[in-house]
């Protein structure tokens, strides 16, 4: 276990933790107007934060499971995607944390990429 201490302004008595995970950005059965809801709603709540729990792109590839011809785009595209969608919660704070599914960490297993990694770096966390 690791602990994380976080320091919030003292007007916060208690927050909502939201949690993003198994979104599979790119895939063709992910809600992206339910994320993006979500994401708005936590953007706006001054007390509520996230953490990105894994799986947040597809990330399906030749060798995968998953199927790359029902992808609505590839998974470059979905790592851009996901910037661009959970950019205002990284830029009021709000992202406490992120880990990686087995949808990221297949790339790493294979080609030594950490697109969770490549999300935080471009979320300027």
């Given amino acids: 276990m690791k602990v994380i201490k976080i ?3 003292k007007e916060i008595e208690c927050i909502e933790l939201h949690t993003f ?3 599979h950005i790119g895939d063709e059965h992910c809600d992206i107007d339910r994320l993006k809801n979500r994401i708005e709603y936590v953007a706006n709540t001054p007390n509520a934060y996230c953490l990105l729990n ?3 792109i597809d990330n399906a ?3 995968s499971i998953g199927d790359i ?3 609505e785009f590839n998974p470059m595209e979905q790592l851009e995607n996901a910037v661009k969608l959970f950019k205002p ?3 009021k704070g709000k992202i406490l944390a ?3 599914g087995n949808h990221e960490a297949r790339t790493y297993k294979k080609e030594g990429i950490d697109l969770s ?3 935080a770096v471009q979320l300027g966390l």
Avoid: R, S, V, W
């Fill in 7 to 9: 320091d919030l302004p």
């Fill in 21 to 23: 995970a198994d979104e």
């Fill in 54 to 56: 894994g799986d947040i």
């Fill in 61 to 63: 590839t030749k060798t």
């Fill in 69 to 71: 011809y029902l992808q």
């Fill in 89 to 91: 919660l990284a830029e």
């Fill in 98 to 100: 992120i880990t990686h």
């Fill in 117 to 119: 990694y490549l999300l």
